[in-house]
């Protein structure tokens, strides 16, 4: 439930409201609007009675939520959430945020060329993993530590922000003392021990879709991120499973604006994973940016033919400058931009 307060409410009408949660058993969450101040009702498992809201000064109206997922919808945050990185990105609103690299930290020299030529095409977010969900066990499984070492040195250089997967519960910490988003992958969407520690660690969330969930699965999962107190939650689309074999996974463009309706939070869509194919990243990444997608995560690695994974997915770098090119066009069409105020950002930390 919401109690959404009148413009002219004092702090004491925020306050009694907060007190009247308090002793009915609930948790007050305030959420300070623009406009007007919300107070958002947590902890209860069913119907909450609203006789004793409508009665106090300054209240202008109680709403029950009815989706399943509370805090991610957008009946509980009208506004949508713009989550601001250290180097001055941002994530949603009007920008259409580019985060691009290479599928693993390989290499010292892999990493920094990766990381200098995204940045150059106009990336602000580098992408890389240290810590790999393979789903063979004779995989290369990641650089582990040293690798997050290799992603700051990277972020040291250029200016850009990281974003890199944490595993399992226990890596949790480690990864958020190097990174500026912690990655959340597809099979690990349901894991809600690690979804709970991640939630608490202080730093954003990206958070794939698991290559079976539904939307309200997926929302739901990101309802445990801001139920630990995170709320710089980023959604991300990465194909699901599909009957017919034409393409490693359906990347589901639907997804994009049927999420956006749902929830506050920025919507991103990856057209790596969802395609599997360096051919088709390109029309996947401009459709997506077409449907409204806040930003897009992309591979892209010096030498692709000698990735140590997803090579035949990964994006040469010349093949990313001119799909920004492409990009650019696309989101100035749609009155969006790829966030260059973000760029000068960046431009002057690195
Ligand atoms: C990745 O981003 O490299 C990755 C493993 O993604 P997903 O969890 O979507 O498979
Ligand atoms: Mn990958």
């Keep these: 439930m919401l109690v959404v307060m009148d413009h002219r409410a004092s702090e004491e009408d925020v306050e009694a409201v907060v007190q009247t949660i308090e002793e009915m058993g609930y948790e007050p969450e305030p959420i300070p609007g623009r406009q007007r101040t919300a107070i958002g009702v947590v902890g ?21 939520v009815s989706r399943p997922y509370k805090q991610v919808s957008r009946e509980w945050r009208p506004e949508e959430t713009v989550i601001e990185l250290p ?92 990174t500026d988003i912690i990655q959340i992958g597809a099979r690990n969407m349901q894991n809600y021990s690690l979804l709970r ?45 599909n009957f017919d074999d034409h393409a490693r996974y359906l990347l589901d463009l639907t997804a994009v604006p049927s999420a956006k309706q749902e929830t506050h939070l920025p919507v991103i869509a990856d057209p790596s ?9 390109p029309p996947m990444a401009r459709a997506a940016v077409a449907a409204g997608a806040d930003g897009l995560l992309v591979e892209v690695h010096p030498d692709p033919p000698h990735a140590l994974s997803d ?32 760029r000068e950002a960046v431009e002057a930390a690195g």
């Design 273 to 281: 994973h969802g395609t599997g194919d360096r051919k088709k990243v």
């Design 311 to 342: 090579g035949a997915q990964s994006l040469t770098p010349d093949r990313f400058d001119e799909l920004m090119e492409e990009l650019e066009a696309i989101a100035a069409s749609i009155d969006r931009h790829l966030t260059p105020a973000v």
């Design 87 to 178: 180097n001055g990105a941002t994530i949603g609103g009007e920008g259409v945020t580019i985060m691009a690299g290479p599928c693993s930290v390989e290499s010292e020299e892999q990493i920094l060329e990766a990381a200098r030529r995204v940045k150059r095409a106009g990336a602000t977010v580098l992408r890389g993993g240290a810590f790999k969900p393979r789903t063979s066990p004779y995989s290369f499984q990641g650089l582990g530590e040293p690798g997050l070492e290799l992603l700051a040195r990277a972020r040291e250089e250029t200016g850009l922000a990281i974003v890199t997967e944490a595993l399992d519960p226990s890596g949790v910490e480690l990864v958020a003392r190097y």
């Design 44 to 64: 209860n498992d069913g119907y909450v009675d609203e006789d004793p809201f409508v009665a106090l000064d300054g209240v202008r109206e109680v709403i029950h």
């Design 197 to 241: 520690a991640a939630g608490s660690a202080g730093k954003p969330v990206m958070l794939k879709r698991g290559i079976s969930a539904t939307l309200r699965e997926w929302l739901l999962a990101a309802e445990y991120l801001l139920n630990e107190g995170e709320s710089r939650v980023i959604l991300c689309e990465r194909g699901v499973r």
